[in-house]
């Protein structure tokens, strides 16, 4: 049986075959922050993507999808404002999310977007 961080793994690389086949470029994986870190980094034609990828093996307790809440998405959108300034990257970005529940894979594009979080008052 495979450990939780052998099945994050697997299920990351499932991701970025999923991605890649639907035009991604694979920019990083795994990129790290003291905010958090970022599943994977990808183009998705001129447009910088960063993707949360979920496993889950059933739908129960909100799925893979329930599993981003606001909480988690505060720490990508931190991740991702030191992502682009370390890369001093001025693409247009947005924030998807791979949700995989036993063999269904979905692309959540453009699943949250800072204004979710961070309400501009």
């Known amino acids: 049986m495979m450990d939780q961080a052998?099945?994050?793994?697997?299920a990351e690389e499932q991701?970025?075959?999923v991605l890649r086949a639907e035009g991604y470029l694979i920019v990083a994986r795994n990129w790290r922050t003291r905010f958090g870190e970022i599943d994977i980094v990808a183009r998705d034609g001129?447009?910088?993507?960063?993707?949360?990828?979920?496993?889950?093996s059933s739908s129960g307790y909100g799925g893979a999808e329930g599993a981003v809440g606001p909480a988690k998405q505060r720490r990508i959108i931190a991740a991702a404002k030191a992502?682009?300034?370390a890369n001093?990257?001025?693409l247009?970005?947005?924030f998807d999310v791979v949700a995989m529940e036993g063999n269904d894979v979905r692309i959540?594009?453009?699943?949250f977007q800072v204004d979710d979080v961070w309400p501009s008052s």
């Open 6 to 10: 052998g099945v994050g793994a697997a």
């Open 15 to 17: 991701a970025c075959r």
């Open 46 to 56: 001129e447009v910088l993507v960063f993707v949360e990828v979920k496993a889950r």
């Open 83 to 85: 992502f682009l300034a």
């Open 88 to 90: 001093r990257c001025e």
């Open 92 to 94: 247009a970005s947005r």
């Open 108 to 111: 959540l594009r453009d699943a």
